[in-house]
């Protein structure tokens, strides 16, 4: 009894703060979906649903070059990251080399740096090798992370080390141990520190804004907000956009989810 | 030999280098194929739209480019679509970087001259060209006795009278259009009294803000001006603070919004086009078109009204494409080709569709139709130019947050104008060389960290230790990418290099962050964000967690998902639709409010409101991960625990506060140093929400690293900027990993 109005109490939180955390994106669909005309009415008249929105965007806009180009971003960048970082993370775990823990404690270090501090510098620097407006600009920077480093090698230190003891035995080298062991073992955490790369990747802002100018070479975050800025008042076309946006990801999410959560429970686990 | 030139030989060089390299270290590949033609880049802002067109504001320009493009066969035009908003923005960092275009739009391109970038037109002038431009078209461009581009059109600002509010009030429009300042007031109040303080309605609407000189007139009615014949800034003349205060007397009578101070042209242009509540406004002459297409609307233009001083103070500019240097002629001349084609008289008769006045007077009277038109050209005749510096930029955002505050009462008239007056002035004595050189000197310590990596690169694959090689591809990623630039910046931080002297070190640059008052409200505005945003995101979370680990089955997914889903979305989307939430005149939150019947609120436009919109968007999102990282914790939490507490007759919430909540503290320790160190470096949607404004109100920390880089080119105040923030961030990190180790024994 007791149970079942806790269970009405938390059912009711739960709601209201759906309401207002999904609350915005909501609104965003509804705008989309809703007619120009009925929104440049003064007051707006919502209930007229239309795709008129979506049709003037995808008619003028670059959405779908945009999408592309950050689609191969976040793709680059991940399956980078996912190689690079699995390999540097072996390295550390399962490594006995001299200096071992002083390099691990340099690329924590690493991670305290904020992204803005090194902004400026990277830009003449990457400026200076004629690598501005192009996707790789935006792609090198991001192809390790130490983050990544971080959580992998976390989880491959929990993998005992007499497995790779007796592969070795058995003649195995290193990079096998790590091609046949570390590598299909870490696939967990590697799942959910892909997909988080892949989300940020795709909702990276700041830097793509200051290298990218050509348009070709939009991501769909810069893009976007330069619809902001041209169609100011047309806010039914940013909203528009803003779905556009919006739905890959949510269909990632969807997808990998299931490896998400494992990754995370088991990550947590251990 | 300067840094631009510099970096553009580099890029040359390293250009066929990277384009080998590249492809073998990832799978696509988006280099372009090389061809014969020549390849002519054209930047441009949005322009009018063409009969039958909705959004597409680039008809014209590409019509035109493929018309040239016929004519010159072998060549290709390549138009990149600025936007009014960061087009400056980014033509500079193009600039700077040896991106630019070949052909660019705009005033006189006083920053680029300066840098020795900008191509001068005098050998490509014919003598039918300069009889043909007016002469004051062509002397905008004129600097040191050099021409620096093909002037195209004039424009300029007006004032904007509805004739319809005019006549249901009863008042008269102002005869010939002029007025004095007795006059214009006495008027206003008349339709105040007509608008019967109904809210939002306003008789007068008044915006100050970057770029926009629009408003500028009614400070200058009583004789005050921005610069003297000297070329000394004098906002803070008696004059001018008349002026000043004869607007916050319009505002203590409530003859225009209370907050006008925050508001921006867009707004004041939604409340006077298309919401009507505004019955006067000033506009540049875009609005003529406007009012007669899109918000079709019985007006006027009239001057703006005459203090003291008897002038008309309405401002005047010229705006036309200017080509950039490049070693070979070839292309040049064809970009002089192209300004020159697209420039022409009859490419400026289609200058009716943008409502600007044509430079050359090949192009004809094409407005002898328009009577708006024709009173418009009157009214500019008698105006002022605007002030031709490759410093103003940075003075005039000086100028118009000070306008700002002073009109927001948060700092008194004359304090905030001596105060502008002090800065603008230091800005415009220090004869600033090009920022050349010393950028571009690599330094000492960057060069050890990458001989670093590569000795040890070379000691692992001569000691063939497998472990350590494979470290390396991520260590120096880090190294080149990270520590590489951390040094620079380090270093960009101490030197001095705006004066353009080598190798002068200096803690000025920390001297002048600390004394910006810009960069202090921005400190004060990310740690309020930080202390509020932070904690009530890792609180959301720690509550939909519990409440989510209770449910069961279906409903247990459902709002797992439902939690998760907007965390996926990013800042740029949800930022956009907070700004729509948040806009003043049709947002839903005022909808709503006037809908209620209460007053509408500033959300973004108020100074003091302004922040607090911002950190509810900070507040108001989804808790994602860090609820899904709360769930994993919980897992972890023996059940016995609670099943003995459970025997003592231990309720849900006793429960809640005295077993889960202490057993999660680490992951909460460790979602707020990560949540502190994110928030610290709030961005995005300052960005996109209020560009800082109104005033200095919503300024955070990296907005202000990013401003003073990109926008005032002011590389080692951004730098010493960065480093506080840097220096912050990692006290936090050390502090909390300390905590965070206290906690862990406790909970042994």
């Given at each position: 009894m007791n149970r079942h109005i806790a269970n009405q109490i938390s059912l009711f939180f739960l709601a209201v703060g759906l309401i207002l955390t999904g609350g915005p994106l909501v609104w965003m669909l509804i705008t989309a979906f809703t007619s120009p005309d009925a929104l440049a009415a003064t007051p707006p008249r919502y209930g007229e649903w239309s795709l008129e929105n979506f049709k003037v965007l995808l008619a003028a806009g670059n959405i779908a070059r945009w999408s592309i180009n950050s689609f191969v971003v976040s793709a680059a960048v991940t399956i980078a990251q996912t190689i690079f970082n699995a390999l540097a993370a072996f390295g550390f775990a399962a490594g006995r080399f001299k200096g071992r823990e002083a390099i691990f404690l340099v690329l924590l270090a690493a991670?305290?740096?904020?992204g803005q501090i090194v902004m400026l510098p990277l830009f003449l620097f990457m400026a200076k090798w004629g690598m501005i407006d192009s996707l790789w600009s935006v792609i090198l920077p991001a192809i390790a992370s130490p983050f990544g480093v971080y959580m992998v090698r976390q989880y491959m230190d929990s993998i005992p080390i007499q497995m790779s003891e007796a592969a070795q035995i058995d003649g195995a080298s290193h990079y096998q141990v790590f091609r046949h062991i570390y590598f299909p073992l870490s696939m967990p955490i590697l799942a959910t520190s892909g997909i988080f790369t892949f989300i940020t990747q795709w909702n990276a802002f700041l830097w793509p804004l200051i290298t990218l100018n050509s348009e070709r070479y939009y991501t769909l975050t810069v893009g976007l907000s330069t619809l902001q800025d041209q169609q100011m008042m047309d806010f039914g076309l940013l909203m528009a956009g803003a779905t556009l946006a919006a739905v890959p990801m949510v269909a990632v999410f969807m997808f990998f989810s299931r490896y998400m959560l494992e990754g995370m429970r088991k990550g947590a686990i251990q | 030999m300067s840094f631009f030139n510099e970096v553009r030989k580099m890029q040359r060089k390293q250009r066929t280098t990277w384009r080998l390299l590249l492809p073998i270290l990832l799978l696509v590949v988006f280099s372009q194929t090389a061809s014969a033609e020549m390849v002519l880049k054209i930047w441009d802002f949005p322009r009018w739209l063409e009969p039958?067109?909705?959004?597409?504001?680039?008809t014209w320009m590409n019509r035109k480019i493929a018309e040239f493009e016929k004519q010159n066969p072998g060549v290709r035009v390549e138009l990149t679509k600025l936007t009014w908003q960061r087009g400056h923005e980014k033509l500079k960092i193009a600039a700077i970087s040896g991106n630019n275009p070949d052909v660019a739009p705009g005033t006189v391109p006083l920053l680029y001259i300066r840098e020795n970038l900008i191509e001068p037109v005098d050998e490509y002038l014919t003598p039918e060209d300069r009889n043909d431009y007016f002469p004051g078209a062509i002397n905008a461009f004129k600097v040191k006795g050099k021409t620096y581009g093909w002037p195209w059109y004039m424009g300029g600002q007006l004032l904007y009278v509805n004739n319809e509010i005019f006549a249901s009030a009863g008042v008269a429009l102002p005869a010939e259009g002029r007025w004095t300042t007795e006059e214009f007031v006495s008027t206003l109040q008349q339709i105040k009294k007509y608008q019967n303080?109904?809210?939002?309605?306003?008789p007068l609407g008044v915006y100050f803000q970057k770029d926009e000189t629009a408003n500028l007139p009614f400070l200058m009615?009583?004789?005050?001006?921005?610069?003297?014949d000297e070329g000394r800034f004098c906002a803070d003349s008696e004059d001018f603070l008349r002026g000043l205060g004869w607007i916050n007397e319009l505002k203590k009578q409530q003859?225009?919004?209370?907050?006008s101070g925050g508001r921006t042209a867009n707004d004041i242009w939604t409340a006077f086009g298309?919401?009507?509540?505004?019955a006067v406004g000033a506009f540049g002459l875009w609005g003529i078109d406007a009012l007669k297409k899109k918000f079709p609307m019985n007006f006027s233009v009239v001057h703006f009204p005459t203090g003291t001083n008897g002038k008309n103070g309405a401002f005047l500019g010229t705006s036309g494409l200017y080509v950039f240097k490049h070693p070979d002629r070839e292309r040049v001349k064809m970009a002089m080709k192209l300004a020159k084609f697209l420039t022409s008289g009859d490419n400026q008769k289609d200058l009716l569709h943008y409502t600007q006045f044509p430079t050359r007077s090949s192009a004809g009277n094409i407005y002898a139709n328009d009577p708006h038109m024709t009173a418009a050209w009157k009214i500019l005749q008698e105006g002022q130019s605007t002030y031709a510096d490759s410093r103003w930029p940075q003075v005039d955002e000086e100028l118009q947050s000070s306008l700002q505050q002073a009109l927001l009462e948060k700092l008194p008239a004359d304090k905030a104008m001596q105060a502008v007056a002090e800065r603008a002035n230091r800005i415009l004595s220090v004869e600033s060389g090009s920022m050349k050189d010393d950028i571009n000197q690599s330094s000492l310590f960057a060069k050890i960290v990458a001989a670093i990596s590569v000795l040890a690169l070379i000691f692992a694959l001569i000691s063939r230790q497998a472990h350590l090689i494979m470290v390396i591809p991520a260590v120096s990623i880090t190294g080149l990418f990270l520590f590489y630039p951390l040094a620079d910046a380090l270093l960009l931080a101490f030197r001095d290099y705006r004066i353009g002297e080598v190798g002068g070190y200096t803690i000025e640059n920390f001297v002048r962050a600390i004394n910006d008052p810009k960069f202090v409200k921005a400190g004060w505005n990310t740690l309020i964000y930080s202390l509020v945003v932070v904690p009530a995101n890792v609180f959301t979370a720690l509550v939909v967690a519990s409440l989510i680990y209770g449910m069961k089955g279906w409903l247990k997914n459902f709002f797992r998902a439902a939690y998760y889903l907007p965390g996926v979305a990013s800042v740029v989307v949800l930022t956009m639709v907070w700004r729509w939430i948040f806009n003043t005149e049709v947002g839903l939150c005022n909808t709503t409010l006037r809908w209620l019947g209460m007053a509408p609120i500033g959300w973004l436009t108020d100074p003091d409101i302004a922040f607090w919109s911002v950190i509810i968007s900070g507040i108001l999102k989804s808790p994602g991960g860090s609820m899904l990282i709360y769930l994993a914790s919980m897992a972890n939490i023996p059940q016995s625990l609670y099943e003995s507490a459970d025997i003592e007759g231990a309720g849900p919430l006793r429960k809640w506060w005295h077993i889960t909540v202490p057993l999660l503290s680490g992951t909460t320790t460790f979602l707020m140093i990560t949540g502190a160190i994110a928030a610290l470096q709030v961005f995005a949607q300052v960005l996109m929400l209020t560009d800082g404004g109104p005033g200095i109100s919503t300024q955070v920390v990296v907005y202000r690293v990013y401003t003073s880089a990109f926008r005032d080119f002011d590389f080692g105040l951004s730098s010493a900027m960065a480093l506080i923030l840097f220096i912050a961030i990692m006290v936090i990190t050390i502090a909390q990993k300390y905590l965070a180790k206290q906690d862990v024994e406790y909970l042994a």
């Open positions: 991670m305290m740096v904020p | 039958g067109e909705k959004t597409d504001r680039f303080g109904q809210h939002g309605y306003y009615a009583f004789g005050g001006r921005l610069v003297n003859l225009i919004p209370t907050d298309r919401e009507r509540r505004v």
